[in-house]
């Protein structure tokens, strides 16, 4: 395996283990608290939707012609690797409150439970929270398999790294029946986020018609400059940020959106 393919593999592999973890706490939430057979039922309609998305848009994105994916797909990536990283930044210098599972299952199980009586038989509720987070999640990591597995026309090595993350989170899922609050998500969504940003500085600028010095290998320079000015941002914010129960603090905290 090249350096590009295993840099494909680990890159696809992090993010999808993010929105597993993310999905699969709002799963366990609904079917703890109200009715599994419902929850999976939301989780199987999901799944179904997201399989006709990628029938319908792998082909029409690997159809096109390289140098226009590049484009497409890099600023796809930046789109969504500056939102990873923005938020990233905000959280690791104190602007923004950190990413916790251990909390978000505990709002999701009071919303359940305050959603009304749970009947012996469908349970909309369940249904449709399963539905909603999976689908909501699922369509990050389609997104994430198909950007980076055309641009590198492996969509195969791909699907697999994105494969064995949600095996990997759903296994780790059954065992401990509980968030996993263990897995360093904050850490994990920085990681991402450097990533998603320098492949789509690099792939963006391939399409225009840059040549970047020493091809593919330019990317462990890129990598390394983007990780290094992501961590100066947070040292530089580090030394504004409002103390704990200061008016302002969570000014910065704005509403969740996917794959924050």
């Known amino acids: 395996m090249s350096g590009a393919e295993i840099g494909l593999a680990l890159s696809v592999f992090a993010a999808c283990a993010v929105e597993a973890v993310e999905a699969l706490t709002i799963v ?24 006709v998305l990628t029938a319908v848009l792998g082909p029409a994105l690997t159809s096109l012609p390289i140098n226009a994916l590049r484009v497409v797909v890099g600023g796809l990536l ?5 939102q990873w990283l923005r938020k990233a930044i905000l959280r690791a210098s104190g602007f923004k409150k950190l990413h916790d599972e251990d909390a978000i299952y505990a709002e999701e199980l009071s919303a359940a439970r ?13 249904f449709t929270v399963s539905f909603k987070g999976v689908l909501l999640e699922g369509l990050e990591v389609i997104f994430i398999v198909l950007t980076f597995g055309a641009n590198q026309k492996n969509i195969g090595l791909a699907a ?6 949600v095996l990997a ?17 904050n850490t994990l969504k920085f990681g991402v986020g450097v990533m998603l940003t320098s492949f789509g500085m690099f792939w963006g600028a391939e399409g225009t018609g840059a040549h970047w010095p020493a ?16 961590v100066g941002m947070v040292a530089l914010l580090r030394r504004r940020a409002p103390a704990p129960g200061v008016e302002g603090a ?5 509403t969740e959106t996917v794959g924050a």
């Open 28 to 51: 366990l939430a609904v079917g703890v608290t109200r009715s599994w057979r419902s929850s999976f039922i939301g989780v199987a309609g999901a799944v179904v939707v997201l399989a």
């Open 78 to 82: 930046l789109v969504f690797g500056l």
């Open 114 to 126: 305050d959603a009304g009586a749970v009947g012996t038989g469908f349970d909309p509720y369940s």
């Open 160 to 165: 697999i790294a994105a494969g064995a993350a």
């Open 169 to 185: 989170v759903l296994a780790a899922g059954v065992v401990i029946h509980a968030p996993l609050s263990r897995v360093p998500e």
């Open 215 to 230: 091809g593919d290998a330019a990317l462990l320079a890129v990598i390394p400059a983007t990780l290094l000015y992501a």
């Open 250 to 254: 969570g000014r910065a905290r704005e």
